[in-house]
């Protein structure tokens, strides 16, 4: 990956993503499938930015709240919740490994 931009990278995993889960999710449960594509720095794909634009827009409409903050918050939430899951599988990873995080 250290030789492609990070869109193209974003485009392959979105790609592989609905490759392995729209038709089922189309068929078996009638409805849309959006992958949610990020990087461990926070990054999001493109399809990723306009999912958790909507859904702020739709918070916002229907809690009367400002949109800038919305998503404001929604973001800060998102990247604390990635964080802990990169931190999570650092740390699994170190414990198979005989490694100490500690240190």
Partial sequence: ???RDIKSVYTQHENIKKKEYEQRVIQVEKCSFTP???STSGGMAPQAQAFLRR???LVAEKTNEE???????MRT???FVL???VLV???LKSVGT???TTE
């Fill in 89 to 91: 599988s650092v740390k």
């Fill in 1 to 3: 990956y250290k030789d």
């Fill in 67 to 73: 949109y800038r903050d919305v998503i404001s918050t």
């Fill in 36 to 38: 949610l594509v990020y």
């Fill in 83 to 85: 964080l802990k899951s």
């Fill in 77 to 79: 939430k998102l990247s």
């Fill in 55 to 57: 859904m702020a827009e």
């Fill in 98 to 100: 005989g490694v100490s």
